[in-house]
Nanobody, 129 residues
Framework: QVQLVESGGGSAQAGGSLKLSCAAS????????MAWFRQAPGKDREGVAT???????NYTDSVKGRFTLSKDDSKNTLFLEMNSLKPEDTAMYYC???????????????????????WGQGTQVTVSS
């Protein structure tokens, strides 16, 4: 059963914008934390932004002021609006949910990959200079 489905990736020029979506099942949307991660070729997966059940958000330093994470509770959908894109933003972007997270982990949203049990298939973002 597919529970997280990303869409909206594509190509953009540097300085341009893209908006990613992550459609979640009801079960996934009940997670304490949901997040966007990205992985560029040859690099580790890195956290981009997190959002808690209360709507609180956090962004990694490299995207602060450029990316905005939001959600639509009526549609069980997350959005990642990406503005002022840079070539270094090029990566596969993944939506993740910490549903069923081990109780021993912190309740706070984190960028630790192992705390997220559920992942989407990813959507590619390519930014050209």
């Amino acid at each position: 059963q597919v529970q997280l489905v990303e869409s909206g990736g594509g190509s953009a020029q540097a300085g341009g914008s893209l908006k990613l979506s992550c459609a979640a099942s009801e079960y996934m949307y009940g997670s304490s934390c949901m997040a966007w991660f990205r992985q560029a070729p040859g690099k580790d997966r890195e956290g981009v932004a997190t959002i808690g059940r209360d709507g609180s958000t956090n962004y990694t330093d490299s995207v602060k002021g450029r990316f905005t994470l939001s959600k639509d509770d009526s549609k069980n959908t997350l959005f990642l609006e990406m503005n002022s894109l840079k070539p270094e933003d090029t990566a596969m972007y993944y939506c993740a949910a910490d549903r069923d997270k081990w109780i021993g982990y912190s309740a706070a949203c984190s960028y630790r990959v192992y705390e997220y049990n559920y992942w989407g298939q990813g959507t590619q973002v390519t930014v050209s200079s």
